[in-house]
């Protein structure tokens, strides 16, 4: 069983940054893609970009290349997602989720097994 636990999230204004973090329980953390989505209200929960297992590869949303790093920290189990240059279209509930299976695409919701609760982000204009 893996729990994930979200933090980070916040009030923040239109070019600004913020950091939110995915703190991951369970003997088999390494063994997981964790990948972050985002639901906006009125919205499909959609795909933020992806990390795997060791960290070396990485993927992103059209919508967030270029302005969103994930990263990961296997001693502390936690994956981070940095957000910069941050607009009103980012504003969302960001949830990050364990996907058992092997590297790929993992960019669709149904491949992923386990979720966090979420965090709210709203950027102000």
């Known amino acids: 069983q893996v729990q994930l636990v979200e933090s980070g999230g916040g009030l923040v204004q239109a070019g600004g940054s913020l950091r939110v973090s995915c703190a991951v329980s369970?003997?088999?953390?390494?063994?997981?893609?964790i990948g972050w989505f985002r639901q906006a209200p009125g919205k499909e929960r959609e795909f933020v970009a992806a990390?795997?297992?060791?960290?070396?590869?990485?993927n992103y949303a059209e919508s967030v290349k270029g302005r969103f790093t994930i990263s990961r920290d296997n001693a502390k189990n936690t994956v981070y997602l940095q957000m910069n240059s941050l607009n009103a279209e980012d504003t969302a509930v960001y949830y990050c989720?364990?996907?058992?299976?092997?590297?790929?695409?993992?960019?669709?919701?149904?491949?992923?097994?386990?979720w966090g609760q979420g965090t709210q982000v709203t950027v102000s204009s």
């Open positions: 989720a364990a996907d058992r299976a092997a590297w790929g695409t993992n960019k669709f919701r149904e491949e992923y097994d386990y």
């Open positions: 369970g003997r088999t953390y390494r063994t997981y893609v």
């Open positions: 990390i795997s297992r060791s960290g070396g590869a990485t």
